[in-house]
């Protein structure tokens, strides 16, 4: 380029014109390549001299004359290639050459005419310099140590490094400078034509002059392209799919616009959408061609169509639409649907922009009603143009995803379409959009979610379906996903486990926030409801794939958060379980499931407590294992912890002391010593040890309340009925009777709960010398009983499962004792001055005759200790006590009755009952005046 830089007449001075004398010896030495004054053989470098001369002088021999200094330049590539592959040897022949002399003569001599008269002299100086570039780059391409037409900046490097074609690119760019503001039309021409011809080897030059022109060469380059498209008749529709055979430039056009693209992309996405705009509403013919030739400029090249697709898109606003309609309204019908063939075509085949080109069509082609946007109204063709073509695209997309076929292990993979390749990566949104939308248009969206889930099977289908079900948000929305699982049923395995694999793997990884993992949980267990009567789950699939994650799911029982809890316990309560659960999945789902009961008791929600007693009565029958479970879990969490209180009892420590609550929240206000000031007659003095014993204990705060002193009474009974209403369902099972087996767990859990050093003693009733041994595990027991209610309806609960209660018989043994001594000690009081004690009497003697561990006439004397003072109570209870240390409570002394279905006692076989009711005759006998109409029944 350092010639264009020079004034035309700094290299070589203005000559005086020949005369015709001379000029016709000049003539005949470059026809005949002799020196006239010698006669000999001009020399390669003298020809050419003679040859520009003739070019200046001579302007109708300017084609002989550019014709013959293609031979100067061929020599001087040709040179300049031996030198690359010889250097040591050519170095020395370059240097000696007249040739390159010449070659800069003539450089010079093309640069001076095209500055005096670029009209006349730049159209034909640029054709010659490009077409003979074009045919040096393709004679020379296999030459050793040129790179391949491929490696562009290789080439571009060789190129620029010979003098020879360097001296014509910098001819060809004068050229094209001079011409730049008039009409470069003819220079842009002449590369096209070349790049027609010799591509890919020419790709070089475009690469070059595009870099250095590129607003000239993209605006002309373009322009050209149209025209050449025009003048060989291209069209719209069918016409445009084979214009690139009749108008070759258009193959040029993109290959120039493709090396231009990664350095002036804007440059081109500009101008295409100055075409694109200009052409709408203007009558000119070749306007009205523009839009078939964009169109087949994009399936040429989908990087040119990439690069504009996005703002073309956000462009086509209700005016622009209009234009379009009024555009291509005049057109015939077959070219119509040509053109609309063209578009479906590239929206398949075309990657960039999905996402945005899919809400585009979605929302142009919806109903007048639904897009309710301030500005221009939108043509009513315009909607039902655009819905035609998101129909023939959906069809178009159809035929491509199940024309693919399925590759085997041994076959290539189907080949991807790229539009739904394109929207793989945006499921959640397409799967947002198709709940969001209105009718119409979900159908639409609902068509390509499945289409997307079968071009990406398995992974897609699985995710098109998670992502339906967590963001479904009404029962309307949620039904699209079982209408794309019947859908995707017909031409793929069942995605239905992977979905439900992929979501329980999301909540493992954390990635779904609690509010969308609660409404998860929720539209899973409104799809297991029951549809009828019969009680089968609504989607007996989804039941079986949600069963296999029961462990999983079992976990979000214990979520911090309740909202989630609280629907993962509606999602299990409703899913199918598997008969035959581990015990490593089953204990820690029935741990989980028990707190959560105990969690919705504390709210005091009859509706969120309703799915934990679902659950935990469906997991008790599941197995006799799981019951066990099932029913040792809720006894140890109703009489131990910080729940017992949700009954009227206390939490007790393991040696039988009442434990402390936490620290309440505004302990840090409290003061210990105001609190032995207001509970002591003593001095104030600070310290001491009975400072201490008033108020509470240092680092556990005040003393706590009474158990039952917390909730209501109402609440307390409420309470206590769904929990033993719970206790009572599990241990029927599917029978209307509790099962012995079902109660005997009760009765080890409670054994364990309240007496753990107890757990597996003897059974057989001990004498009244080794009783005296167990003084304090007694007084425990009772005092155990006392801070909770609950025991005593839970024992009557075990001996309704006879004989389970034999298994009871050491906590009924302290009981028993606490209570006989407790009468012993007060036996000048009034029993009404011992109220607790007097239940406790009473409701012992009552349970043991239920589960036939006394007989009848001994189990009815419960009804006489309210009229009774408390050492004839302490007789009556000895008198218990007796009967149950010579007739244990054993098992063995039940039998089964297959009839009845339940375990009998027959007391005739224990021997004499008399002497165990003389102390109760004697009792009635001393106060008949007023128990006389009683006396009866304790007679057998």
């Given amino acids: 380029m350092s010639a264009l830089c020079d004034p035309p007449g700094a290299a070589s001075p203005p000559r005086p014109p020949l005369s015709a004398q001379e000029l016709s010896q000049e003539v005949k030495a470059f026809l005949s390549g002799l020196d006239p004054a010698q006669g000999t053989p001009l020399s390669p470098a003298a020809h050419a001299r003679c040859a520009l001369r003739l070019l200046r002088c001579l302007p109708p021999a300017r084609h ?3 014709q013959h200094l293609r031979g100067l330049f061929d020599e001087q590539v040709c040179a300049h290639l031996l030198q690359r592959e010889a250097p040591a040897a050519a170095a020395a022949a370059a240097k000696a050459s007249p040739g390159a002399e010449a070659l800069q003569e003539a450089r010079r001599a093309l640069a001076e005419l095209v500055a005096a008269n670029p009209r006349a002299w730049a159209p034909g100086v640029a054709a010659w310099a490009s077409e003979l570039m074009g045919q040096l780059s393709s004679k020379y391409a296999g030459r050793p140590g040129v790179p391949p037409a491929a490696s562009l900046n290789e080439l571009l490097q060789l190129w620029m490094a010979c003098p020879a074609t360097r001296a014509l690119l910098d001819i060809y760019s004068q050229c094209l400078a001079a011409m730049a503001g008039s009409c470069p039309d003819a220079c842009v021409d002449a590369l096209l034509d070349t790049s027609v011809q010799h591509s890919p080897h020419f790709d070089w030059v475009v690469a070059h002059v595009g870099s250095s022109f590129p607003g000239t060469i993209i ?14 008749g291209g069209g719209a529709g069918g016409e445009a799919a084979g214009a690139d055979k009749r108008a070759p430039k258009i193959a040029s056009v993109v290959g120039i616009l493709g090396h231009l693209a990664s350095r002036h992309a804007g440059s081109i996405k500009q101008e295409l959408l100055r075409m694109f705009h200009e052409s709408l509403g203007s009558p000119r013919e070749h306007h009205k061609a523009t839009v078939p030739f964009l169109l087949q400029l994009a399936l040429m090249s989908p990087a040119l169509l990439a690069t504009v697709s996005a703002e073309l898109v956000d462009s086509l606003k209700p005016p622009v639409l209009n234009q379009l309609h009024q555009h291509f309204s005049a057109l015939p019908r077959d070219e119509l649907e040509g053109v609309v063939g063209v578009v479906v075509h590239l929206l398949c085949h075309t990657s960039a922009g999905a996402l945005r080109t899919l809400r585009f069509l979605l929302a142009t082609a919806a109903p007048a009603s639904v897009i309710a946007a301030p500005g221009p109204a939108l043509h009513e063709g315009v909607r039902e143009a655009c819905e035609r073509l998101l129909q023939l695209l959906l069809l178009h997309l159809q035929k491509l995803v199940h024309g693919r076929g399925s590759a085997g292990p041994a076959d290539c993979p189907a080949r991807p379409v790229p539009f739904l390749e394109a929207l793989r990566p945006h499921v959640r949104e397409l799967c947002q959009d198709a709940l969001r939308l209105e009718r119409r248009r979900r159908l639409w969206q609902h068509q390509l979610l499945a289409l997307l889930a079968v071009h990406s099977a398995p992974h897609g289908a699985a995710e098109a379906l998670f992502f339906l079900l967590a963001l479904a948000r009404t029962p309307e929305e949620l039904a699209l996903a079982p209408q794309l699982h019947a859908g995707l049923r017909a031409v793929l395995p069942d ?3 992977a979905a439900v694999a992929a979501a329980v793997a999301q909540i493992h990884a954390g990635r779904l926030p609690e509010p969308q993992l609660a409404q998860l949980l929720r539209n899973l267990a409104l799809l297991l409801q029951p549809r009828d009567a019969d009680g089968e789950p609504g989607e007996p699939a989804l039941g079986a794939a949600l069963a296999r994650h029961l462990p999983d ?11 989630v809890a609280e629907a993962a316990c509606r999602l299990l309560a409703a899913c199918p379980l598997p008969r035959a659960l581990p015990p490593a999945h089953l204990l820690p789902a029935v741990r989980a499931a028990v707190r959560r009961f105990f969690a919705g008791l504390r709210l005091g929600d009859a509706a969120a407590l309703a799915p934990g007693v679902r659950l935990l009565a469906r997991l008790s029958a ?10 040792a879990q809720l006894v140890e969490g109703a009489l131990g912890g910080r729940d017992a209180e949700l009954f009227g009892g206390g939490a007790a420590e393991p040696d039988g002391r009442e434990a402390a609550p936490p620290p309440p929240a505004n302990a840090a206000a409290a003061s210990l010593l105001d609190d032995n000031r207001r509970f002591t007659a003593g001095p104030n003095a600070a310290g001491g040890v009975w400072s201490v014993f008033h108020a509470g204990v240092i680092g556990r705060g005040p003393k706590p309340a009474g158990g039952g002193g917390r909730r209501g009474a109402e609440e ?6 769904t929990f033993l209403s719970l206790v009572l369902r599990c241990c029927r099972g599917s029978g209307p009777a509790v099962g012995a087996e079902a109660a005997k767990a009760v009765a080890a859990a409670l054994v364990e709960a309240v007496c753990p050093e107890a757990a597996g003693a003897e059974l057989a009733w001990p004498p009244e010398e080794l009783a005296r041994a167990t003084v304090e595990r007694d007084l425990r027991i009772l005092r155990r009983f006392r801070q909770h209610p609950l025991l005593f309806p839970l024992l009557r609960l075990v001996a309704g499962g006879r ?11 302290g009981l028993l ?19 607790w004690h007097l239940r406790a009497s009473c409701a012992l003697v009552a349970l043991l005759a239920e589960g036939s561990l006394l007989p009848p006439v001994l189990g009815n004397m419960h009804e006489l200790f309210p009229e009774l003072a408390p050492f004839e109570v302490h007789l009556l209870l000895l008198s218990v006590w007796g009967y149950l240390r010579d007739n244990s409570p054993l098992p063995q002394k039940f039998t089964f009755q297959p009839e009845l279905g339940v375990f009998r006692r027959d007391f005739g076989r224990d021997g004499d009952l008399g002497k165990h009711l003389a102390v109760l005759h004697s009792v009635l006998h001393r106060n008949i005046h007023r128990l006389g109409l009683l006396a009866a029944r304790f007679y057998p």
């Fill in 64 to 66: 002989a004359a550019l």
């Fill in 219 to 232: 605006s002309r380059v373009l322009s050209c392209g149209l025209k050449d498209f025009c003048a060989h």
């Fill in 495 to 497: 995605p239905l486990p």
């Fill in 553 to 563: 799911l079992a976990q979000l029982l214990l979520h911090p958060r309740a909202e």
């Fill in 622 to 631: 599941v197995s006799p294992a799981a019951a066990k479970a099932v029913l």
């Fill in 716 to 721: 307390l009974s409420r309470n206590t009925q």
């Fill in 803 to 813: 004989p389970a209660l034999c298994y009871c018989s050491v906590l009924l043994r």
């Fill in 817 to 835: 004792a606490g209570l006989v001594a407790h009468w012993d000690a007060c036996r000048a009081g009034s029993t009404a001055a011992s109220p």
